[in-house]
């Protein structure tokens, strides 16, 4: 992994551990899901308008549909859409650290609903992952973290993992901004339809407002993407994925400088904690070292 792709690598996660924050003061002053629909909304088409520019087509595999619908209803609707209710209740630090559980579940569901073997390094992982998570849970639930968020965090949580299982590998097929813009646009239109039976569409607008929801649109909601694809492209996803570790960090961190939410002693032993959890697991997914050749054998690759 070259220092460029670890400098992408970083900033990825930075933008997408941003998010939280952004979306704490969103949903301060205006409804969580109508605020996440006109998000995605906007984002969407500004992602397909990409795709255009880039000569990327409608045309997509039945792969790509079946991947467009479901992370557009698991991923948008669900898992952010719970998010950002329960954003309304917790904080944006412990929304970001239960969020960023989602590969140790991504493994755990794996092994138990597919049937997949973990190497022991997963499995170290996943329960450095839950100890880790247990800690942050009992200390922030004691000092009065909100149940009711704090559950809804674990189910969107568990919806993109169980996106994440039954779509993988289904996006093949080149076109790939387009289907980014496609799943934004089919998680805008499931929260559009609920939004007006289950909350109030008061807004308080205020500057704060404006440069959040433009925040959330434009850097996790397309610059956090296309970079993603270009982080993946460059050293493939599993090696990509192995970012996820710094999720709590950052998550933490940004949502303490911005809001200025309390970090304890046990908040960042417990971060620490999963984010070695998670980068286990995400390691334990990278193949081993092929064996050496002699030089005179090895093929040619310049």
């Known amino acids: 992994m070259d220092f460029r792709a670890i400098l992408m690598g970083v900033a990825f996660v ?28 906007i984002s969407g088409l500004i992602a397909m308008g990409i795709a255009a520019a880039m000569g990327q ?36 630090g412990l929304a970001s650290i239960i969020a960023s559980t989602m590969p140790l579940m991504v493994g755990l569901f794996g092994w138990l609903v597919l049937g997949e ?25 004691s000092g009065g973290a ?10 969107g949580t568990a919806a993109l993992s169980v996106a994440t299982l039954s779509a993988r590998g289904a996006s ?10 496609l799943q934004m646009l089919v998680g805008s239109a499931c929260l559009g339809v609920v939004s007006p039976f289950l909350e109030d569409w008061r807004i308080t607008w205020d500057l704060s407002l404006v440069l959040a929801f433009s925040y959330t649109v434009l850097v996790p909601g397309i610059a956090a993407t296309f970079l993603w694809f270009v982080l993946v492209a460059r050293i493939g996803a599993v090696k990509a994925a192995t970012f996820h570790f710094l999720n709590p960090f950052f998550g933490v961190l940004v949502a303490a400088v911005v809001l200025g939410e ?16 998670i980068l286990a697991v995400q390691l334990s997914k990278q193949a081993p070292a092929p064996a050496s050749v002699p030089v005179a054998d090895a093929p040619d690759k310049s």
């Open 14 to 41: 930075l933008m997408w551990s941003s998010a939280f924050t952004s979306a704490r003061i969103i949903v301060e002053h205006a409804p969580p899901m109508m605020s996440l629909a006109a998000r995605f909304l």
């Open 57 to 92: 087509k409608l045309r997509l595999t039945r792969g790509q549909w079946r991947a467009t619908v479901i992370f557009g209803v698991c991923q948008n609707a669900l898992y952010l859409g719970l998010f950002f209710v329960a954003m309304q209740w917790i904080e944006a």
């Open 262 to 277: 309390r970090i304890g002693p046990l908040d960042m032993l417990g971060v620490a904690i999963v984010a070695a959890g």
């Open 172 to 181: 093949s097929g080149g076109n790939v901004m387009m289907v980014v813009g």
């Open 117 to 141: 073997r973990l190497r022991p390094m997963a499995v170290a992982g996943l329960v450095l992952g839950v100890i880790g998570a247990a800690l942050i849970m009992g200390t922030r639930i």
């Open 146 to 155: 909100d149940l009711g968020g704090v559950a809804l965090c674990i189910l």
